[in-house]
């Protein structure tokens, strides 16, 4: 975007399409026991939502990243972005010289189309150095596109932390769920809350 670059991941240097194999995101969302993602993301209403809060580590974090989502005006523009591009584009000009913003390779991961801003999306993305967990491979449905992905340890320096565990609307035997849940979070030592949506219109 700000280059007015067209590469594909196809055409790309083995390590530039490996360092972007390397990053994982973790989609959340600031829209609470809301009917629409409970159609969207809650299995139609029969999963659930688990609610974080962030843990003091974040912050001294060079693994992890916590950002809202910003989304493009109805133009398919996004001032900051465009901000930058003018930046590359009159140092070019003016000094012969190419930039790159260094932070843009984490940052970038934080803008969508406009299209999207019904999601009110919060991204946590994970920059993995081939160390731990190791990546495991997947054909993510409905693309059928290869995908690499982790298993992340929640126990083990994750930035975030259960806070909630909501059913949804239409989870089935929601009540006997909620007490086995309540059970197990008690002999596994937790402390979230477990709780049932209010949402009542669901069909």
Request: hydrophobic share 35%.
């Amino acid at each position: 975007y700000i280059n007015s670059s067209n590469e594909k991941v196809w055409e790309m240097s083995d390590l530039s399409r490996e360092a972007i194999n390397n990053r994982f995101i973790m989609s959340c969302t600031t829209l609470r026991d809301g009917l629409l993602p409970w159609r969207l993301y809650g299995d139609d209403g029969k999963g659930a939502c688990i609610e974080f809060e962030v843990k003091g580590n974040l912050k001294s974090s060079t693994k992890y990243y916590l950002g809202y989502v910003k989304y493009a005006d109805k133009n398919g523009k996004i001032p900051e972005l465009d901000y930058l591009k003018q930046i590359v584009k009159r140092i070019k000009e003016d000094l012969l010289l190419d930039i790159r913003f260094v932070l843009l390779y984490v940052w970038r991961h934080f803008f969508k189309p406009q299209g999207y801003d019904y999601e009110k999306e919060v991204r946590l993305l994970y920059i993995n150095d081939n160390s731990i967990p190791p990546k495991k491979w997947l054909v993510a449905e409905p693309y059928g596109i290869v995908n690499p992905f982790v298993v992340l340890n929640i126990d083990h320096n994750f930035p975030l932390k259960i806070s909630e565990i909501i059913l949804g609307p239409k989870k089935a035997e929601i009540d006997l769920n909620a007490s086995q849940l309540e059970q197990m979070k008690k002999e596994l030592g937790r402390t979230f809350k477990i709780s049932t949506s209010k949402v009542k219109v669901y069909r």
